[in-house]
């Protein structure tokens, strides 16, 4: 807070302030007014919180961070896929993604030794087999025959397209620093692809527990971007 030149501070004076401060800057006392908080309500305003506690556990599903996806990879002769919703944007060109995957996956020891991927982007219409792919482990079965899924070769990594995606996104591991600790693989894409013929993709997106929202209604505002 600037100090005001008569050598006070100011007093605060937007609606919900807690304190008045009115002290010289060299000895700074505080007198509150008017405060009483009691949970869920603050007495000197009269409004009761509509917000009630959340489980800790079910954070993420507020926060998730973009579609649900399928992530292929390819080793020593056979390929995997996988279904994964923990990942972000890291950096726009070249594009970076850190994707978080457990070391209890089929596909961790995978990616790790084959340093590459693709990112599959799949919409509400092979939902069903998207979840499949989720609850089972290519380490037992063939995903791709279990859920007939069709591969196809991408042009600059061993892993395989999923036909069945209206995007995919060839990848290469640029950096495992955050591996170990925190299972993050920070992946460059090197290669993308796009069906055009799909405009509005209803792709889904995870909030926990078999629950699911799919994209809807978009909108369009100024930007400064380029």
Same mark, same amino acid.
Request: hydrophobic share 40%; glycine share 8%.
């Given at each position: 807070?600037?100090?005001?030149?008569?050598?006070?501070?100011?007093?605060? /004076?937007?609606?919900?302030?807690?304190? @008045?401060?009115?002290?010289?800057?060299?000895?700074?006392?505080? &007198?509150?007014?008017?405060?009483?908080?009691?949970?869920?309500?603050?007495?000197?305003?009269g #409004?009761?919180? #509509?917000?009630?506690?959340?489980?800790?556990?079910?954070?993420?599903?507020?926060?998730?961070?973009?579609?649900?996806?399928?992530?292929? /990879?390819?080793?020593?002769?056979?390929?995997?896929?996988m279904?994964?919703?923990?990942?972000?944007?890291?950096?726009?060109?070249?594009?970076?993604?850190?994707?978080?995957?457990?070391?209890?996956?089929h596909?961790?020891?995978?990616?790790?030794?084959?340093k590459?991927?693709?990112?599959?982007?799949?919409?509400?219409?092979?939902?069903? @087999?998207?979840?499949?792919?989720?609850?089972?482990?290519?380490?037992?079965?063939?995903?791709?025959?279990?859920?007939?899924?069709?591969?196809k070769?991408?042009?600059?990594?061993?892993?395989?397209?999923?036909? &069945?995606?209206?995007?995919s996104? &060839?990848?290469?591991? !640029?950096?495992?620093?955050?591996?170990?600790?925190?299972?993050?693989?920070?992946?460059? !894409?090197?290669?993308?692809?796009?069906?055009?013929?799909?405009?509005?993709?209803?792709?889904?997106?995870?909030?926990?527990?078999?629950?699911?929202?799919?994209?809807?209604?978009?909108?369009?505002? @100024?930007?400064?971007?380029?």
């Amino acid at each position: 807070m600037p100090i005001a030149s008569s050598g006070r501070l100011p007093v605060c /004076t937007s609606a919900g302030c807690a304190a @008045k401060f009115f002290a010289p800057a060299s000895h700074l006392s505080v &007198e509150l007014i008017n405060l009483k908080l009691v949970r869920g309500q603050v007495a000197d305003s009269g #409004t009761t919180m #509509t917000k009630k506690s959340y489980p800790l556990s079910k954070v993420y599903g507020l926060l998730e961070p973009g579609p649900v996806l399928l992530l292929t /990879t390819f080793h020593d002769g056979v390929a995997n896929v996988m279904t994964m919703s923990w990942q972000t944007m890291i950096e726009f060109e070249p594009p970076l993604i850190g994707c978080v995957i457990s070391n209890r996956n089929h596909s961790f020891e995978m990616l790790k030794a084959s340093k590459q991927c693709v990112i599959n982007i799949p919409t509400a219409e092979i939902a069903e @087999k998207v979840v499949g792919c989720g609850n089972t482990s290519g380490a037992k079965i063939n995903k791709f025959e279990q859920f007939g899924l069709t591969q196809k070769p991408a042009s600059l990594v061993t892993a395989p397209l999923i036909d &069945e995606c209206f995007a995919s996104l &060839e990848c290469r591991v !640029v950096d495992t620093g955050l591996v170990a600790k925190y299972g993050m693989f920070v992946i460059e !894409v090197v290669k993308a692809w796009l069906d055009p013929a799909v405009k509005n993709p209803r792709t889904i997106h995870h909030q926990g527990h078999g629950n699911f929202m799919l994209a809807g209604e978009r909108i369009k505002l @100024k930007s400064a971007m380029k």
